[in-house]
């Protein structure tokens, strides 16, 4: 159950929030790997609300089924390209920054993916999911609770 509506205590941070992530849509990156690293960003931080959010995003983008499944794995998993994997990386060492400073050779295969404008915006897309996961996991905001007002029903994942 919900802890509390954290959107109604501060709609002006949220409000800036929703902003960003417009200009996140409006990024150079691939809107498909900006779900993947949403979702596995999300499954780091067990945050069970976006990590169902985002899978029904990924799904409803086109993106097949299967890799969803694969993210948690995707170091062992074909299915994803040297990019994705670079990304992957990142998003894991960015969000787990707590336990250890980015390495370079992370770093180094980040910019062998991504220029400088797409590394920074990855990690801008890092740095707003990890701050959604914080809320929604910290005020246990329901999985699903969201779909009809964000047509996340269309994914059929139920």
Same mark, same amino acid.
């Given at each position: 159950?919900?802890?509390?509506?954290?959107?109604?205590?501060?709609?002006?941070?949220?409000?800036?929030? *929703?902003?960003?992530?417009?200009?996140?849509?409006?990024?150079?990156?691939?809107?498909g790997?900006?779900?993947?690293?949403?979702?596995?960003?999300? =499954?780091?931080?067990? /945050? &069970? +609300? /976006?990590?169902? *959010?985002?899978?029904? !995003? $990924?799904?409803?983008?086109?993106?097949?089924e299967?890799?969803?499944?694969?993210?948690?794995? #995707?170091?062992? %998993?074909n299915?994803?390209t040297?990019?994705?994997?670079?990304?992957?990386? #990142?998003?894991?060492?960015?969000? !787990?920054? %707590? =336990?250890?400073?980015? %390495?370079?050779?992370? +770093?180094? $295969?980040?910019?062998?993916? +991504?220029?400088?404008? @797409?590394?920074? @915006?990855?990690? *801008?897309v890092?740095?707003?999911?990890?701050? #959604?996961?914080? +809320? $929604?996991?910290?005020?246990?905001?329901?999985?699903?609770?969201?779909?009809? $007002?964000?047509?996340? @029903?269309?994914?059929?994942? &139920?």
């Amino acid at each position: 159950m919900q802890r509390l509506n954290y959107f109604s205590h501060f709609k002006p941070g949220f409000d800036l929030l *929703m902003d960003l992530e417009r200009t996140i849509k409006s990024s150079s990156l691939d809107h498909g790997l900006i779900h993947l690293v949403k979702l596995y960003a999300s =499954q780091l931080n067990g /945050c &069970a +609300f /976006c990590v169902d *959010m985002h899978a029904k !995003e $990924a799904k409803i983008l086109g993106e097949r089924e299967l890799r969803i499944y694969h993210l948690p794995v #995707w170091k062992e %998993s074909n299915l994803f390209t040297d990019r994705e994997k670079a990304a992957f990386r #990142w998003t894991k060492e960015v969000t !787990e920054l %707590s =336990q250890a400073s980015i %390495s370079d050779e992370s +770093f180094q $295969a980040a910019k062998s993916h +991504f220029d400088d404008k @797409e590394l920074t @915006e990855l990690t *801008m897309v890092i740095g707003v999911i990890n701050v #959604w996961n914080r +809320f $929604a996991a910290t005020f246990h905001t329901e999985p699903g609770s969201m779909d009809k $007002a964000m047509g996340l @029903e269309r994914a059929s994942l &139920a």
